[in-house]
């Protein structure tokens, strides 16, 4: 039989359908998905058929029960709630079904897919409205209600995202953002707002309204993975704008002129447990909206992972001081050097009306044999920074693709030894490492080699003294799942320290009456909210990411514990009027990217000295003229 196959692919078209194969297979033969992306569910049988997800892809196709012998391939770009709302609008308006349900659903869709604000009755309603169409007499509304019902479930974090914050990760709902920047940095900081300030020379002001979304703006301004540059619409004319050094100036400059303010006390006490990221950011937006905090960390400086184990040479651990001294003016007490314990867990939690949990992933993941110098990146780095050890390591091989490997590599390098990062990825755009850490790694002399998996520890006596790697021949296939394949070819690489850098896990064993899964990562809703109700969690206790993402959750576990109290929800500050609109420098197109200034190579190869520099004042204004300012420049209506 013949089928045909539409969507996210790059060869769409009628397809004759042999006996056995299945959804991958038919996609393969269609070449793929296009434009790099990957398959993310199909739909069987035409738009009121059924959806599998990206698993479901492999069993045999099937069209039985469907009326069309029709696929559409939805890619990773596609957004589920986009897809219900035009579901709705479909049975709607091509097949003349106007019930009040239809109505109803198309109006609370409106308003998923924007940035309104959706109480919590029209989420019931929404339950509700889906219950009457499975049950409803006419057959395509029943199918309707099962079909928004499977991709509720399929996609119920992104459901969520647009329900509760009015978020769409995939950028496709127009109405929920004001521009790409904004909506692809994790913590929502107004990107163009803060440069409009700048442009009319309200530096300060400018520092305060970032300061509002972000409140470690000094941090992200050195170490931050940038994802707001990704999606800025200058990227796509010749480089994105500059935002982090934009940030990095700012907070460089007012860090100290800025005078905090708070609520008045709410007479409720909370603790946050663990100083990184989220948990900073947790602390700081509670003591500011007026509750009693107090912070728990084991170490005895602030930071988490920030100060142990991210090296000086990208973020000084002045830089983290500079930054928590805004907690104490909000009225965070911060105990240090406190073991969080299920007994001293048990104690916290009977003392206080609500707990963050920001605890981290402390462990390191490795394999092979137990030996004297076999260490994970987790345990190097946490010497070198913290304990500030000077460890003399000889020939070293890293292990790992990530940027926790090139930083084990570059303070390994610094310490005077020569290193090789063995990775499985094939070439660098595989790597999960940023790009400036694999060239900063190349630069500094760090040999990599690409597409190499261990297969051999060979040990003399108590040490690792020589490791066997296969050559690997895939390490994702085409539609983007991972899937290892290597070759007869082998190479052997001697070491005298062998450094793990493949992950890290938390250490969760102190924690009584929270779910956790398997890997010990503490279990979650959308809104951070464990299994005991006053309880949430932040940071990479919950999911490993950037710290930016660490900074947006730990507001969002504050935002969450502040509802729980019976809050009105965080205090971020004063509110700042951005004035009126400046026009575009007319000479935009002609304006250069600003590029971050570093130290030299030689400079840096054997010190430990911050390798970044805040740019210029002139630099600054520069930059800023380069954004389109496209949250007011493309504002238009969704595209159906």
Same mark, same amino acid.
């Given at each position: 039989?013949?089928?045909d196959?539409?969507g996210d692919?790059k060869n769409?078209?009628?397809y004759?359908?042999d006996s056995?194969?299945?959804?991958?297979d038919?996609?393969?033969?269609?070449?793929?998905p296009?434009?790099?992306?990957? =398959?993310k569910?199909v739909q069987?049988?035409?738009?009121?058929?059924?959806?599998?997800?990206l698993?479901? %892809?492999? /069993?045999?196709?099937?069209l039985? $029960?469907?009326?069309?012998s029709l696929?559409?391939? %939805?890619?990773d770009?596609?957004?589920?709630v986009?897809f219900?709302? +035009?579901?709705?609008r479909?049975v709607?308006?091509? %097949? $003349?079904l106007?019930?009040?349900?239809?109505l109803?659903?198309?109006e609370l869709?409106?308003k998923?897919?924007?940035?309104?604000v959706?109480?919590?009755?029209?989420?019931?309603?929404?339950?509700k409205?889906l219950?009457?169409l499975?049950?409803?007499?006419?057959?395509p509304?029943?199918?309707l209600?099962v079909?928004?019902?499977?991709?509720?479930?399929? +996609?119920k974090?992104e459901?969520e995202?647009?329900?509760?914050e009015?978020f769409?990760r995939n950028?496709?709902?127009?109405?929920t953002?004001?521009?790409?920047?904004?909506?692809?940095c =994790?913590?929502?900081v107004n990107v163009?707002?803060y440069?409009h300030l700048i442009?009319n020379?309200?530096?300060?002001?400018?520092y305060?309204?970032m300061r509002r979304?972000?409140?470690?703006p000094?941090i992200?301004g050195v170490?931050?993975?940038?994802?707001?540059?990704t999606?800025?619409m200058?990227g796509e004319?010749?480089?994105?704008v500059a935002i982090?050094?934009?940030k990095?100036y700012?907070?460089?400059?007012y860090?100290?002129?800025?005078?905090?303010?708070r609520?008045e #006390?709410?007479g409720?006490?909370?603790a946050?447990?663990?100083?990184?990221?989220? $948990?900073?950011t947790?602390?700081y937006?509670?003591?500011?909206?007026?509750?009693?905090v107090?912070l728990?960390?084991?170490?005895d400086r602030p930071?988490?992972?920030l100060?142990?184990?991210?090296p000086?040479?990208?973020l000084p651990?002045?830089?983290i001081?500079?930054e928590v001294?805004?907690?104490?003016?909000?009225g965070?007490?911060i105990t240090?050097n406190?073991?969080?314990?299920?007994e001293?867990?048990l104690e916290?939690a009977?003392?206080?009306?609500?707990?963050?949990l920001?605890?981290?992933?402390?462990?390191?993941?490795?394999?092979?044999?137990d030996a004297v110098?076999v260490?994970?990146?987790?345990e190097?780095?946490?010497?070198?920074?913290y304990l500030?050890?000077?460890l003399?390591?000889g020939?070293?091989?890293?292990?790992g693709?990530g940027?926790?490997?090139?930083d084990?590599?570059r303070?390994s390098r610094?310490?005077?030894?020569e290193?090789?990062v063995?990775?499985l990825?094939?070439?660098?755009?595989e790597?999960?490492a940023?790009k /400036?850490?694999?060239?900063?790694g190349?630069?500094?002399g760090?040999i990599l080699?690409?597409g190499?998996?261990?297969k051999?520890?060979i040990r003399?006596g108590?040490r690792v003294?020589?490791?066997?790697f296969?050559?690997?021949?895939q390490v994702?296939d085409?539609?983007g799942? +991972?899937?290892?394949?290597?070759?007869d070819?082998?190479?052997?690489?001697e070491?005298d320290?062998?450094?793990?850098?493949i992950g890290?896990?938390?250490d969760?064993?102190?924690l009584?009456?929270i779910?956790?899964d398997?890997r010990?990562f503490?279990?979650a809703?959308?809104?951070?909210?464990t299994?005991? =109700?006053?309880?949430?969690?932040?940071g990479?206790a919950?999911? #490993?990411?950037?710290?930016?993402k660490a900074?947006?959750?730990?507001k969002?576990?504050a935002q969450?514990?502040?509802?729980y109290?019976?809050?009105e929800?965080?205090?971020?500050?004063r509110?700042i009027d951005l $004035?009126?609109?400046k026009?575009l420098n007319w000479?935009i197109w002609k304006i250069?990217?600003e590029?971050?200034?570093?130290?030299?190579?030689?400079e840096?190869?054997?010190? +430990?000295?911050l390798?970044?520099?805040?740019m210029e004042r002139d630099?600054l204004?520069?930059?800023c003229?380069?954004? %389109?300012?496209?949250d007011i420049?493309?504002?238009?209506?969704?595209?159906?």
């Amino acid at each position: 039989m013949n089928i045909d196959v539409f969507g996210d692919i790059k060869n769409p078209g009628r397809y004759k359908l042999d006996s056995g194969v299945t959804y991958f297979d038919l996609l393969e033969r269609c070449g793929g998905p296009s434009r790099g992306r990957t =398959p993310k569910f199909v739909q069987v049988g035409g738009p009121l058929g059924r959806v599998l997800p990206l698993e479901g %892809m492999v /069993e045999e196709v099937s069209l039985a $029960g469907e009326k069309h012998s029709l696929l559409m391939f %939805m890619s990773d770009r596609s957004c589920p709630v986009n897809f219900t709302r +035009f579901l709705v609008r479909y049975v709607k308006r091509e %097949m $003349g079904l106007k019930p009040p349900v239809i109505l109803k659903l198309e109006e609370l869709f409106e308003k998923f897919t924007s940035k309104e604000v959706v109480r919590d009755y029209m989420v019931e309603d929404f339950f509700k409205y889906l219950e009457e169409l499975r049950g409803h007499q006419e057959k395509p509304l029943k199918k309707l209600g099962v079909l928004i019902e499977e991709l509720y479930k399929l +996609f119920k974090d992104e459901f969520e995202e647009h329900i509760r914050e009015g978020f769409c990760r995939n950028l496709i709902c127009r109405r929920t953002f004001d521009a790409r920047c904004m909506s692809t940095c =994790p913590a929502h900081v107004n990107v163009p707002g803060y440069i409009h300030l700048i442009r009319n020379n309200r530096e300060l002001e400018a520092y305060q309204l970032m300061r509002r979304e972000n409140p470690l703006p000094f941090i992200c301004g050195v170490i931050c993975a940038r994802p707001c540059e990704t999606m800025c619409m200058r990227g796509e004319l010749d480089s994105p704008v500059a935002i982090r050094e934009v940030k990095r100036y700012l907070a460089d400059k007012y860090n100290e002129v800025v005078v905090e303010d708070r609520l008045e #006390p709410k007479g409720k006490k909370v603790a946050v447990i663990g100083a990184g990221p989220a $948990g900073l950011t947790a602390a700081y937006y509670l003591g500011k909206t007026g509750y009693d905090v107090h912070l728990y960390e084991k170490n005895d400086r602030p930071g988490g992972y920030l100060a142990t184990g991210i090296p000086e040479y990208r973020l000084p651990q002045e830089v983290i001081h500079r930054e928590v001294s805004h907690l104490t003016d909000v009225g965070v007490n911060i105990t240090y050097n406190f073991q969080v314990t299920r007994e001293k867990y048990l104690e916290l939690a009977d003392k206080y009306d609500g707990i963050v949990l920001n605890t981290g992933t402390v462990v390191g993941n490795k394999i092979g044999p137990d030996a004297v110098n076999v260490f994970t990146s987790v345990e190097i780095l946490r010497d070198v920074k913290y304990l500030q050890k000077k460890l003399s390591l000889g020939r070293v091989v890293v292990i790992g693709g990530g940027d926790v490997a090139l930083d084990a590599a570059r303070t390994s390098r610094r310490l005077g030894s020569e290193v090789e990062v063995i990775t499985l990825e094939r070439n660098y755009n595989e790597m999960p490492a940023s790009k /400036e850490e694999i060239q900063g790694g190349v630069e500094e002399g760090v040999i990599l080699r690409n597409g190499w998996r261990s297969k051999e520890f060979i040990r003399e006596g108590d040490r690792v003294s020589k490791i066997v790697f296969e050559k690997v021949s895939q390490v994702f296939d085409r539609f983007g799942r +991972f899937s290892i394949e290597v070759t007869d070819e082998t190479m052997e690489v001697e070491c005298d320290t062998l450094i793990f850098a493949i992950g890290q896990s938390p250490d969760s064993g102190y924690l009584e009456g929270i779910e956790t899964d398997r890997r010990g990562f503490v279990v979650a809703g959308t809104d951070l909210a464990t299994t005991d =109700p006053k309880v949430f969690v932040c940071g990479d206790a919950y999911k #490993p990411g950037i710290a930016v993402k660490a900074v947006a959750e730990g507001k969002k576990a504050a935002q969450s514990l502040d509802r729980y109290l019976g809050g009105e929800g965080l205090y971020k500050g004063r509110k700042i009027d951005l $004035g009126d609109e400046k026009p575009l420098n007319w000479d935009i197109w002609k304006i250069l990217r600003e590029e971050e200034e570093e130290l030299s190579v030689q400079e840096r190869r054997d010190k +430990f000295k911050l390798i970044s520099k805040t740019m210029e004042r002139d630099s600054l204004l520069r930059e800023c003229d380069r954004c %389109m300012r496209c949250d007011i420049n493309t504002k238009e209506p969704d595209i159906c």
